[in-house]
């Protein structure tokens, strides 16, 4: 089966515990990923609340330069997905493609033009603020009202231009409001659910869903325990599926995909990571949904948005 997950934070990982993509013991662990062919992830470089200015431009480096040698050591196994070219390769060989994105827009360190430098990386989509507040705005469990800063406002014009996608996982509503009325091209939460379903904040309202929905956005299923359930121990996949067909009822079809969180959440026992994604399609399959239905979900929308806004293709 083909799967492109939208985010995790495995590369973070690798990082810091001197761990590589292979037989790392992780989440996401190439070792794991035999059933999926091929197998596109987004690998989230996260940046801490309180790593700040060149400082957390230089973790992001770091980290991008790891995904950049476990590239080359795979021996054409895992291929950079910097263009939609490098997508087709990875389909017509049946492998496992890395796409690289960022969370958390303190990366910028305050500095528009460390977004070029973001572009020069291969860097597909940024995620404008984690829990707390950067210089670009406000998180979604940070305490106050407000939204985008000024210089997160030129932020969002200039990661457009540069054909970088606006992630607003992790966004204050305010923020999310504001992206939503200033945004020319298709925004994302890659890795958010459904607030009608569970009520953490970290959740989309319906509102939100549909706003993303209407400008050709995408949305990515997250399988973090508490965001998947208001009881968090008694979650399991079958949460997966509510999420699902709570913003498929909203006609969400072409608009959601997965966004699994791997390595950066708190996983229920049945789905512990990528070795689970197989299961996890083939229930839909057992509840009746068509094939082609679930293959956009675990790959389709995903693949043909990213061919068109994340790599490369279109910029303003």
Do not use: H
């Given at each position: 089966m083909r799967y492109f997950d939208l985010h995790c934070d495995t590369i973070g990982e690798c990082l810091s515990r001197g761990l590589p993509l292979r037989g790392n013991g992780l989440a996401v662990d190439l070792d794991r990923a035999g059933g999926l062919a091929p197998y596109v992830q987004c690998y989230a470089v996260w940046l801490p609340d309180e790593l700040r200015g060149e400082a957390a431009f230089r973790h992001f480096c770091d980290a991008a330069g790891l995904l950049d040698r476990e590239v080359t050591a795979?021996?054409?196994?895992?291929?950079?997905?910097?263009?939609?070219?490098?997508?087709?390769?990875?389909?017509?060989?049946?492998c496992r493609g890395a796409v690289l994105t960022v969370e958390n827009g303190s990366v910028l360190g305050g500095r528009l033009e460390h977004v070029q430098d973001l572009k020069d990386r291969g860097v597909?989509?940024?995620?404008?603020?984690?829990?707390?507040?950067?210089?670009?705005?406000?998180g979604v469990l940070s305490p106050g009202d407000t939204g985008l800063t000024p210089f997160g406002r030129q932020a969002v014009k200039a990661l457009e231009r540069a054909g970088i996608v606006v992630d607003v996982s992790h966004a204050s509503p305010e923020l999310f409001w504001d992206v939503a009325g200033l945004a020319e091209r298709p925004i994302v939460a890659s890795h958010s659910n459904a607030k009608a379903v569970c009520g953490h904040p970290r959740n989309l309202t319906k509102e939100q869903f549909l706003a993303i929905r209407d400008r050709?956005?995408?949305?990515?299923?997250?399988?973090?325990?508490?965001?998947?359930?208001?009881?968090?121990?008694?979650a399991s996949r079958e949460d997966v599926l509510r999420h699902a067909e709570y913003f498929l009822a909203l006609g969400g079809e072409d608009t959601l995909a997965m966004g699994s969180d791997?390595?950066?959440a708190k996983l229920p026992a049945d789905l512990p990571g990528v070795?689970?994604?197989?299961?996890?399609?083939?229930?839909?399959?057992?509840?009746?949904?068509?094939?082609?239905?679930v293959e956009k979900l675990f790959y389709g929308n995903a693949a043909r948005f990213f061919r068109r806004w994340g790599l490369g293709k279109e910029s303003l």
């Open positions: 795979s021996g054409g196994e895992l291929l950079r997905c910097r263009t939609p070219k490098d997508l087709d390769r990875v389909e017509a060989r049946g597909a989509m940024l995620t404008l603020t984690w829990n707390g507040e950067n210089e670009l705005g406000r050709g956005g995408l949305v990515g299923l997250n399988f973090f325990q508490s965001f998947l359930n208001d009881r968090p121990q008694e791997f390595d950066g070795d689970g994604i197989p299961g996890l399609y083939q229930m839909f399959l057992d509840r009746g949904y068509p094939e082609a239905l």
